[in-house]
Each structure stands twice: as C-alpha cells, then as structure tokens.
C-alpha cells in the first residue's frame, strides 16, 4: 500500500513533534491576563538576619494575610505577587497559613508541611540554634507505619525514629513514647518538633545513648477533641491508653529491635500528651524506667480525684524501685504551670521524687523542643 505524496507532505512536519506539542499547538491561545505566565514565586525566603519574606500569587484576591508574627497582611504587586517580610524570628520551626479572601490556604510554594489532626500547616525553618539545626553528622531514619488497631478496628498511623546506623547492624536498642498534644498528630514532632535533629546532634555530641522514637497518634479520629467531656470521659484519655496497650507497644516491640525491659523503656509528652503519660505510666508502673510530662499534669480534672483512682500504684513501694525520673517542666507564663505543679506535689506526698523545672515562656514548641533536649541525655543512664 502506497502513500500519496500530498498525504505524506502534510504528515511529515507531524512526525518531528511530540503529541504534547501537537496539542498544544492546536490549542486556543487564551487572551487577556491568562495569557500571562505567572512569574516564578520564591516561598518562605529566609534571609541572613532570620527575618522571612513570604509571597503568594494571588491576582484576583483581595485581601491576603500571614499567621506568622501574630498575624500580618501581605501588599500586592504589580504582577500579582503578594509579599510581606516578618521578623526576625528566632531559630526554630514555624507553622504559618495564608488568609485569602478569608479562606485558610497553606503556601503551595512550600513543600514542607505538618500534617495536624484536622487540617495542614506550611513549616518554614529559621536555622540558628545548633541543637535543633540539620547538622552535618549522621542522621537517623524517621519511618511512617501503618498499623492495624484492634482496639480501634481501623489502621492506624505512626511514626518512629530510628537512630543513625540502625538499619546497618543487629544492635537492640531502648525506647522512647513521644507523645504531642491536642489538635497535631503523629506527624507533629518530627516536623515542627525537630525532635530526629535533636536526637541526631545529642548522639553525634556523644550526650545521649542512642534510642528508637515512637511518635503514635494520640487522638483516636479524626474530629476535634470532645474537650468539653470530664477528663475520665474523653477519648484522648479514656480510649487512647487502652490502644497504646494492646496495640502500640506491642506493635514497636514485635517489629523494632527494642530492648523489652523497664530499665530500656521511657514515656514522655507535651500538653494532652503529658496527661496521657501519666496515665499510660501509672497504670503500668513496672513498665516505665522514666517519665517525661512536658507543659502539662492531671488534665481536665480534679487532681484527688485522680490520686484516689491511682492509689494502688501510687502507695506500692514496689513500684518506686527502677524508676529513674520523673520530670516536669511549664513554662512561667503557661495557664498549666498550677497544674503541673499540684500534680508534683501530689506525686511527692506518696513518696516519688518528682522534679519541676519552672522555665520561661508559655505553651508553645519553643519550650517542648528545649525539653526534649534536657530530657533526652538523662534517659537510660
């Protein structure tokens, strides 16, 4: 079969272009503004002096603000660039979102995000404070696991830090629960927590042993909190334990190379979490070598009526045996601090020596970042 040579002069200048191309070339040509390209937008830049400009092209849009800084308005240019500079922030991670025309929109020229219980937040990352910097040491591994809850009867997420060297010997490894607070998620430490920096610099510092991280979920759905509900009522603290029982620890400790014994385990979390390790610990008492309670104590309850639900554990001589630390920290200007500070003093008439470090500020990462740092290296000494 022939092909007709007025055929095959039209096809040919076909043959050298690719489909894409032929399409486009067959398109319309949008007019107006669409046919402008959008200029290349930078976001977050983050400058020498740890101020932060932050842009997002919006033509159209008529008001945009930042939630950085305590919240601040972008102004437009010319080419539809909306760009503000805030600071200088101190060293650390930041969550921020964009108001646009009063919907909340994260920054779609961020690729790092904090996954929250409801809903993500952009994470910028102002570098300047050495124990949280990604330093050029070894770095550990920080895994996503999916599990199957039987306590739940759904599948489950958490995630688990592996120190550096992990995967490239058969050494067994102590553990600690990492537990975040109300309203973030499993994600929440390893992003805007640093908490893989942070261990990855006191190991290469020679400051802590190295340790495997389990960071669950500490919410069991994915709806606000009922935080309106007694304490002993609310899912985060009645159900939650329940999982990490029967589900989480058995979970790390089938799959992980731990060392499955109470001198080689610790429990610690900040806010809703904290009030769970309490929970979790003095429920399994003989399983815990140290607890850390960060910004936090017998939450949304009477803290009697906690001693009197705890007083097994809390009048076993026994069980004061192995138990290392119990350590508190609230920051001065924290709406918690009197409530953490009964709580030690609950714990200190039945016998434990619990410590409280009042430090500064309020409740917020600044403070749990620099917790886990002075926690880390005292564990399983």
């Given at each position: 079969?022939?092909?007709r040579?007025?055929?095959?002069?039209?096809?040919?200048?076909l043959?050298?272009?690719?489909f894409?191309?032929?399409?486009?070339?067959?398109?319309?040509r949008?007019?107006g503004?669409?046919?402008?390209?959008?200029?290349?937008?930078?976001?977050?830049?983050?400058?020498?002096d740890?101020?932060?400009?932050?842009r997002?092209?919006?033509?159209?849009?008529?008001?945009?603000r930042?939630?950085?800084?305590?919240?601040?308005k972008?102004?437009?240019g010319?080419?539809?660039?909306?760009?503000?500079?805030?600071?200088?922030?101190?060293?650390?991670a930041?969550?921020?979102?964009?108001t646009?025309?009063?919907a909340?929109?994260?920054?779609?020229?961020?690729i790092?995000?904090?996954?929250?219980?409801?809903?993500?937040?952009?994470?910028?990352?102002?570098?300047?404070?050495?124990?949280?910097?990604?330093?050029?040491?070894?770095?550990g591994?920080?895994?996503?696991v999916t599990?199957?809850?039987?306590?739940?009867?759904?599948?489950?997420?958490?995630?688990?830090?592996?120190?550096?060297?992990?995967?490239a010997?058969?050494?067994?490894?102590?553990?600690?629960?990492?537990?975040?607070?109300?309203?973030?998620?499993?994600?929440?430490?390893?992003?805007?927590?640093?908490?893989?920096?942070?261990?990855?610099?006191?190991?290469?510092?020679?400051?802590?042993?190295?340790?495997?991280?389990?960071?669950?979920?500490?919410?069991?759905?994915?709806?606000?909190?009922?935080?309106?509900?007694?304490?002993?009522?609310?899912v985060?603290?009645?159900?939650?334990?329940n999982?990490?029982?029967?589900?989480?620890?058995?979970?790390?400790?089938?799959?992980?190379?731990?060392?499955?014994d109470r001198?080689?385990?610790?429990?610690?979390?900040?806010?809703?979490?904290?009030?769970?390790?309490?929970?979790?610990?003095?429920?399994?008492?003989?399983?815990?070598?140290?607890?850390?309670?960060?910004?936090?104590?017998i939450?949304?309850?009477?803290?009697?009526?906690?001693?009197?639900?705890?007083?097994?554990?809390?009048?076993?001589?026994?069980?004061?045996?192995?138990?290392?630390?119990?350590?508190?920290?609230?920051?001065?200007?924290?709406?918690?601090?009197?409530?953490?500070?009964?709580?030690?003093?609950?714990l200190?008439?039945?016998?434990?020596a619990?410590?409280?470090?009042?430090?500064t500020?309020?409740?917020?990462?600044?403070?749990?970042?620099?917790?886990?740092?002075?926690?880390?290296?005292?564990?399983?000494?």
């Amino acid at each position: 079969m022939s092909i007709r040579p007025a055929l095959l002069l039209l096809a040919l200048p076909l043959f050298g272009l690719s489909f894409a191309s032929q399409v486009a070339a067959q398109a319309p040509r949008p007019a107006g503004r669409a046919a402008q390209r959008a200029p290349v937008v930078v976001s977050p830049e983050v400058l020498p002096d740890r101020k932060v400009i932050v842009r997002l092209y919006a033509p159209e849009a008529h008001d945009v603000r930042v939630s950085l800084d305590g919240g601040v308005k972008l102004t437009k240019g010319e080419n539809g660039v909306w760009e503000t500079t805030v600071g200088p922030l101190d060293p650390g991670a930041y969550r921020y979102s964009f108001t646009l025309d009063g919907a909340s929109v994260t920054d779609p020229r961020n690729i790092e995000m904090e996954r929250m219980q409801v809903m993500t937040r952009s994470i910028l990352y102002v570098p300047g404070a050495p124990f949280m910097d990604t330093r050029p040491v070894p770095h550990g591994a920080v895994s996503v696991v999916t599990y199957d809850s039987g306590v739940l009867k759904k599948v489950r997420r958490l995630h688990i830090y592996t120190p550096p060297g992990y995967e490239a010997n058969q050494q067994k490894y102590p553990v600690l629960y990492l537990l975040h607070g109300a309203n973030e998620s499993d994600d929440s430490w390893s992003t805007l927590g640093r908490g893989n920096f942070i261990l990855d610099n006191l190991i290469a510092d020679g400051k802590t042993v190295p340790m495997i991280v389990v960071m669950p979920n500490g919410h069991i759905d994915q709806t606000p909190p009922n935080s309106g509900a007694p304490a002993s009522q609310r899912v985060e603290f009645a159900t939650f334990p329940n999982e990490f029982v029967r589900d989480i620890m058995p979970y790390v400790e089938n799959h992980y190379r731990t060392i499955p014994d109470r001198s080689h385990r610790a429990i610690a979390g900040l806010s809703m979490g904290g009030a769970q390790t309490l929970n979790i610990a003095f429920a399994h008492l003989d399983w815990f070598s140290s607890i850390g309670v960060f910004s936090s104590g017998i939450l949304g309850g009477n803290v009697t009526d906690w001693e009197k639900s705890h007083l097994a554990a809390l009048d076993d001589p026994g069980l004061k045996n192995g138990l290392k630390m119990i350590w508190f920290s609230t920051g001065s200007e924290d709406s918690l601090i009197t409530t953490s500070k009964a709580t030690v003093e609950m714990l200190k008439r039945h016998g434990f020596a619990a410590t409280f470090q009042e430090s500064t500020g309020a409740h917020t990462w600044v403070n749990w970042r620099n917790y886990l740092y002075e926690v880390a290296p005292q564990l399983f000494r």
